[in-house]
Each structure stands twice: as C-alpha cells, then as structure tokens.
C-alpha cells in the first residue's frame, strides 16, 4: 500500500502583513482557533510562527507563544512544528527562545542564508495600515535571511541533540540539500529525513515542475530512498505543485503563511479552508491523508508527552 500524504499546515508566518489580508491570524486566541480547524480538517502538522497582538508584527517573544501552544496541544492531536526561521531582522539567539523554552517535536531548520524576497506581493498592495510595514519593505529588500554553517550546527545541537527535536530542513535551492549532506556527513543528525522544498520565493528556486523534480532526483542521489519529503509553493503555485508532489509520491504543506488565495483573485477565508481543498485533491486521487500517530512513527518523533508546553 502506498505511504498516506502527510498535511501540513503553515498558520501565519512572518511575511503577509494585516493589510494584505483580513483573515491572516494574528492574535493567539486566532491562532488557536485556526490550527484547531486546520487540524480538524486533515493537516497533521502544525508549522507555527508567532504575532504581535497589537498590531500583527512577527515576534518571537516566547511568552506570546505560550499564549497558544498549551491549548493547541490541548484540543489536537496534531503534531506542533515550530519555526526557528522568525522573521526579517531577527537574530539567531531571538529566533531561538521560543523552541527552547517550549522543546517541541518538531521546529523548522533552513538549510542556507540566501537573500529571500518576501516584499515583492506587500510592495503591490495600494494601501498599508501599519508604520512597520511600510518599515518590512526596506527591510525585506535589505535582509539577508542568514543561516551560516554555524549557525545550522548551533540549531542542531541546541535543539536536535539538547530537546530531541527533530526537523523540518527548509531547503530553498539545490545549495541547500549539499548543505544538509554535509552535516549528516559530520553526524550531525540521524534519519528519517523530513525535507521541506521551498519553491516560489525569490532568492531561491523557481516554482516549477522541473524544479520540483530537480531537487527530488539530487536528494534521491545525496539521500537515498529513505527520506520523506514535502513541497510548498508560494502563492498561485500553491494547490498545483503541492498536487504534483503528491502525485510524486510525497507530502504536501499549505497554509495562510505560504498563500493567501484559495483561487484566482479570491481570498482564502481560514488555513482550514486550505486544509480541506489539498485534502479532497488528495482523496479524488485515491490518495490517503497521514494521521498525527503515523507522522509521529515515520518521523521517529520524542511524543507529544516529552514537550514543555
């Protein structure tokens, strides 16, 4: 039987601002509430950022994810996938503090510093309603998102080795998947491999099938065949390369942080909505959606039990 398609679901992010859509979560309350229905409806991976309540700016304030994490973990199943990337501006040591406080089963890990192009959808929007994020435009067209050798090998001990974390390794570009070669060859890390193909941003590879297939086939050759992978596309690409992977035989991620359309021109409503338009594609293609306790056996996860929040 064929491996079920493991659903993730990207809540918020750090990118899309207030302006650029009224249905961005922001608050902790909102951000609850939309992973409890994204989980709901099929998403067994719960990437999570964090808000400013006053006014949406990205933060990393670990006191303000513990305004969420606890009752998520309360009221799902779902397995809580923390960022380490933060946001534009941030350094390490601040992207840091909430995981390690929190020491959850998953966090994110990117693979490469690169100059990442999150301004170029916000730069299109007629009216901003925030000071910062007017001040986000300078920044994100300045920022290089850094993610040195060093500091790749500071998140794996600090995390992988001191909490048990396992990771999302976000890989923009080709680059990216040498890099990660090269700390399994230092022993770094132990498979399973959970490789996150980030396509669509700019500063990294394109949104494209051949560029899907491309980094499937080198991490096949760097990896061999025991890895689980995923994709997520930026913006319009979102639904299609996400079916394409699937079709591959790989796993999907959606979300308000990688897209905010559920259509040509049409607002997404909730991460929800998202959830369940991924989940029916997979089904119409006889394609079965991965549980929370099977993701957890695939990726060798510590168990929700052994998390701090």
Same mark, same amino acid.
């Given at each position: #039987?064929?491996?079920?398609?493991?659903?993730?679901?990207?809540?918020?992010?750090?990118?899309?601002?207030?302006?650029?859509?009224?249905?961005?979560?922001?608050?902790? /309350?909102?951000?609850?509430?939309?992973?409890?229905?994204?989980?709901?409806?099929?998403?067994?991976? =719960?990437? +999570?950022?964090?808000?400013?309540? *006053?006014d949406g700016r990205p933060t990393a304030d670990p006191d303000v994810f513990m305004q969420f994490l606890p009752e998520i973990r309360e009221r799902?199943?779902?397995?809580?996938?923390?960022?380490?990337?933060?946001?534009?501006? #941030?350094? =390490?040591? $601040?992207?840091?503090?909430?995981? $390690?406080?929190?020491?959850?089963?998953?966090?994110? +890990?990117?693979?490469?510093? !690169?100059?990442?192009?999150?301004?170029?959808?916000?730069?299109? &929007?007629?009216?901003?309603?925030? @000071?910062? $994020? *007017? @001040?986000?435009?300078?920044?994100?067209?300045?920022?290089?998102? /850094?993610?040195?050798?060093? %500091?790749?090998?500071?998140? !794996?001990?600090?995390?992988?080795?001191?909490?048990? &974390?396992?990771?999302?390794?976000?890989?923009? %570009?080709?680059?990216? +998947?040498?890099?990660?070669?090269?700390?399994?060859?230092?022993?770094?890390?132990?498979?399973?491999?959970?490789?996150?193909?980030?396509?669509?941003?700019?500063?990294?590879?394109?949104? $494209?099938? %051949?560029?899907?297939?491309? #980094? =499937?086939?080198?991490?096949?050759?760097?990896?061999?065949?025991?890895?689980?992978?995923?994709?997520?596309?930026?913006? /319009?690409?979102?639904?299609?390369?996400?079916?394409?992977?699937?079709?591959?035989?790989?796993?999907?991620?959606?979300?308000?942080? %990688?897209?905010?359309?559920?259509?040509?021109?049409?607002?997404? /409503?909730?991460?929800?909505?998202? &959830?369940?338009?991924?989940?029916?594609?997979?089904?119409? =293609?006889?394609?079965?959606?991965?549980?929370? @306790?099977?993701?957890?056996?695939? +990726?060798?996860?510590?168990?929700?039990?052994? &998390?701090?929040?």
């Amino acid at each position: #039987m064929a491996k079920s398609v493991i659903v993730t679901c990207a809540i918020t992010g750090s990118i899309h601002t207030p302006s650029q859509s009224p249905h961005l979560p922001l608050t902790p /309350r909102q951000i609850i509430e939309e992973s409890v229905a994204a989980a709901e409806a099929g998403a067994a991976i =719960l990437h +999570l950022h964090a808000r400013d309540p *006053r006014d949406g700016r990205p933060t990393a304030d670990p006191d303000v994810f513990m305004q969420f994490l606890p009752e998520i973990r309360e009221r799902t199943s779902a397995i809580v996938n923390i960022t380490t990337g933060g946001g534009p501006g #941030m350094t =390490l040591e $601040e992207r840091l503090q909430a995981p $390690e406080r929190a020491s959850p089963e998953m966090t994110s +890990l990117n693979m490469g510093t !690169m100059n990442f192009g999150g301004f170029t959808a916000l730069a299109r &929007v007629p009216e901003l309603r925030h @000071d910062w $994020e *007017r @001040d986000l435009l300078g920044i994100a067209y300045r920022h290089t998102f /850094r993610n040195t050798f060093e %500091d790749i090998e500071t998140v !794996m001990n600090r995390l992988g080795k001191g909490h048990g &974390v396992r990771f999302e390794f976000e890989c923009y %570009d080709v680059g990216h +998947l040498f890099n990660l070669a090269y700390m399994l060859d230092r022993k770094l890390y132990e498979p399973p491999l959970f490789l996150q193909f980030v396509l669509g941003i700019l500063g990294g590879v394109g949104a $494209e099938l %051949d560029q899907l297939l491309h #980094m =499937l086939r080198t991490s096949e050759r760097l990896f061999g065949s025991g890895f689980e992978w995923s994709v997520l596309a930026a913006g /319009r690409h979102q639904m299609a390369l996400c079916t394409h992977n699937a079709l591959l035989g790989g796993n999907v991620r959606v979300g308000l942080e %990688d897209s905010l359309y559920i259509g040509p021109g049409q607002l997404a /409503r909730s991460n929800a909505e998202q &959830v369940r338009k991924i989940v029916r594609i997979l089904k119409e =293609l006889s394609l079965r959606v991965a549980t929370p @306790d099977e993701v957890r056996e695939r +990726l060798r996860l510590k168990g929700v039990e052994h &998390v701090r929040f």
